[in-house]
């Protein structure tokens, strides 16, 4: 099951428990903020988060990782150019806030990794990397479920900024028509700031007319 919860500190941010029916066993991805609401959903529902999954280092995904990693005592996973946002306020953006978040105990993951649950081998999640927005951009892919978590890569109707640290246009629109949109027409693409939107709904939008991977 897939549970979106939007969560807000600066600005608002989907955060999204991705569970196990059978085992209550599951995975939180960009936990943005609002760390005593995520929890209580833990707490309330019952499930067993083994891991989180970060979709890029912006201070707006990763403002609650500090809180839920102290007290749940899991692994927090990002593609290994995360280290420059993790390590960087400037380049994670929470400087511009006056909190300065630093994240301290990260696995930092290769491209094309599966993350596996440990209750349920078959309930897994693909990472691919899709820079662009940022260096260390990602979306986590299931291809049974049809979903992807794809952060701020592409929105409903629109694409991620590029004009952050590490951001380069030419490069997400590349990596949008290569790894998201090359996806089956059916994915749900689920984004960080928008509603859910699909891989067929994006690829008729004006703003993708004439882009080519190439
Ligand atoms: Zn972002």
């Given at each position: 099951m897939i549970l979106q919860v939007p969560v807000a500190r600066y600005i608002p941010t989907n955060a999204y428990f991705y569970i196990d029916e059978d085992t209550k066993h599951g995975f939180l991805i960009d936990p943005g903020?609002?760390?005593d609401k995520l929890l209580e959903i833990?707490?309330?529902r019952g499930f067993q988060l083994e891991k989180i999954l970060l979709t890029h280092g912006h201070f707006d995904h990763i403002g609650a990782v500090n809180d839920l990693q102290r007290i749940l005592k899991i692994p927090v996973l990002m593609q290994k150019n995360g280290r420059d946002y993790a390590e960087n306020p400037v380049w994670n953006l929470s400087?511009?806030?006056?909190e300065p978040i630093t994240l301290d105990?990260?696995?930092y993951l290769e491209d094309?990794?599966?993350i596996v649950l440990q209750a349920n081998p078959d309930f897994r999640l693909h990472?691919?990397?899709v820079p662009g927005h940022t260096t260390d951009g990602c979306m986590y892919y299931n291809l049974r479920d049809h979903v992807a978590f794809v952060g701020d890569s592409i929105f409903a109707g629109s694409y991620g900024r590029t004009d952050m640290p590490g951001g380069d246009s030419e490069t997400l629109m590349k990596s949008?028509?290569?790894e998201i949109l090359s996806l089956p027409d059916s994915t749900a693409l689920l984004s960080g700031h928008s509603g859910a939107t699909t891989v067929a709904t994006e690829k008729v939008q004006s703003w993708y007319?004439?882009?080519s991977a190439e």
């Open positions: 903020a609002e760390p833990v707490k309330e400087a511009q806030t006056g105990d990260v696995t094309n990794t599966d990472m691919i990397p949008i028509v290569r007319q004439g882009i």
